[in-house]
């Protein structure tokens, strides 16, 4: 159930003005519960309203790291949370880079999870492409 990224994704490298973003789409019995876990991770956050060209774009950030979650459903019609983690930091120039930033969210979400004795049926991680970071 980990993610454990050491190097950039995607045709081009990370620029300074964008985004890397980690996606993980969590099957869970309780998904208030873990809805709740990402709270826990998130509260000292600021929350965040960004108006993109496909729409609104609301989370919360902490300059470094943005996190945006949501419901949905997965192929087979179970709901599912959906949380998106956005991290920005260009490899070699900042630390810790993106993706470190990323990789160590991945981490804090699984050991929350786990700690909390939330049982998870299942977390489908997916690397997306880069955006153009907002703000």
């Known amino acids: 159930m980990r993610w454990n990224k050491q190097s950039e994704w995607g045709p081009s490298r990370l620029a300074g003005d964008e985004w890397a973003p980690l996606q993980a789409r969590i099957a869970a019995d309780d ?4 809805e709740q876990v990402v ?6 956050m600021d929350y965040f309203r960004e108006d ?5 774009l609301t989370g919360v950030t ?3 790291l ?3 979650q949501q419901r949905d459903q997965d192929s087979w019609g179970r709901p ?3 949380v998106t983690c956005y991290a920005s930091g260009v490899v070699g120039e900042s630390s810790p880079d ?3 930033r990323l990789a160590k969210a991945a981490s804090a979400l ?14 489908r991680w997916s690397q997306l492409p880069y955006i153009k970071r907002p703000f």
């Open 31 to 34: 998904l208030d519960a873990v």
């Open 39 to 44: 709270e826990e991770l998130t509260g000292f």
């Open 52 to 56: 993109l060209p496909d729409g609104p």
């Open 62 to 64: 902490d300059g470094q």
């Open 66 to 68: 943005a996190v945006v």
């Open 80 to 82: 599912v949370l959906v």
């Open 98 to 100: 993106a993706f470190e």
């Open 110 to 123: 699984v050991d929350q999870l786990q700690s909390e004795g939330v049982r998870v049926e299942e977390i």
